[in-house]
């Protein structure tokens, strides 16, 4: 293998390595693991789009919006599939199925309320900087299942 592509495998491989801490900071519910992987400094480029939600731009309104998620689930936990990295430059593109199970409070005592799954998909860009790769965007789309209804008008 030629030097250029034992850096680019190495770029590859350290961009798959921040996008797996933002989601372990995420699962975690830690802010500031997750704040440390979101681009310093970049208070009005960076942006986020959660499904359903409009779009958040600035670290300030991004980092809040995790904030308050964090705040109002009990668990979440995130399996990653159909994991793609493209890069040029200092910029790298990952595109995933996010395969999320989540629970929120129960209705009553300790115990974990309903969980819940759900798939979304989401594009994360990165951003080298000399403290490694940081989020610049993440955006989250919910993927629409077909229900037993639509699948029996289609075949009729």
Known sequence: MNEEHARAAADIAEVEAANAAFYEALERGDLDALSACWL????LTVSCVHPGWPVLTGRHDVLRSYALIMANTDYIQFFLTDVNVAMTGA????????????????EEGDALGPLVGRLVVATNVFRRTADGWKLWSHHGSPVLADSDEDDEETSS
């Open 91 to 106: 910029t790298a593109l990952v595109t995933c199925t996010e395969n999320i199970l989540s629970g929120g409070p129960a």
């Open 40 to 43: 310093p400094g970049e208070e």
